[in-house]
């Protein structure tokens, strides 16, 4: 007897089905990665996948794969409290080494040379028409040139980044954004010190692979623009380090 009821626990979980889900019904969506999706609207599922309507997004279909789920759909049940939720923001910091590459008549000053740089992300939900669903930061340092004459560069970028993944990679979150920037130039030589702030514009793109739900190994190729009244002044940059996220 005792021998019957341990393979009746044991096979009870092999044949049980989540319960199908419900058109028009809310449901939360706990994902592994911790980019969960609260209060969706159920519309219709494939053998892989749910489609629901979000909050903020209007009456755009989003598909969750079943796969990236860290559990069975929570049905929302009216007049029931609603379990706890956590924000369905995301943010994440990363550190980065550059090499950078200068193009025009900047490059006569130095062609390549290393760089540091530092990113800030947040993910939110997706904006309506243009279609980006997290904004970042980046702050860049390169010492372009040392002899005979030193030039510094500090860049500072904000601006939207468009996260998007494949179905092959269900570790990765690949990237691209766009920004303004403003960069800081100290030049030094022998005969005389300046300094100047230029305005400018960089884009990039990238992917963060993730090694578990919050470390993650990043990498990325950007092109930055600096205007200048008397010179063109374009770099272009290849990045890779680390990053953690919560």
Known sequence: MKKALVWFILCVPLFAKTAPLKKGDRYDFIAKDGQHIYDAEFVRETTTSYL?????????????????????????????????RGPHEKWSIAVLGD????NGAFSDYALFFPGF?????????????LGFNSLWAGLQYS?????????????????????????KFK????????????SFFSY????????????GAVALFGVDYYLGKNWFL??????QYVYDTTTFVL?????????YAW
Do not use: C
């Open 52 to 84: 629901v309507k979000a909050q903020g997004i209007g009456d755009e279909l989003v598909t969750i794969e079943k796969d990236a789920l860290a559990e069975p759909p929570r049905a929302i049940l009216p007049g029931k409290p609603r379990p706890p």
């Open 171 to 182: 570790r990765a979150d690949f990237f691209a954004g766009v920004a303004p920037t403003v």
């Open 188 to 199: 030094t030589s022998y005969s005389f010190t300046a300094t100047s702030f230029n305005a």
């Open 99 to 102: 090499l950078r590459l200068a």
């Open 235 to 243: 770099m272009h940059s290849l990045s890779a380090g680390a990053g």
């Open 218 to 223: 990043t990498a990325s190729l950007s092109s």
């Open 117 to 129: 740089s530092a990113r800030v992300a947040r993910t939110m939900p997706r904006f309506p028409w």
């Open 143 to 167: 010492p372009i040139a040392n002899s005979p004459r030193r030039i510094d560069m500090f860049t500072l970028a904000l601006g939207p980044r468009w996260n998007f993944r494949w179905k």
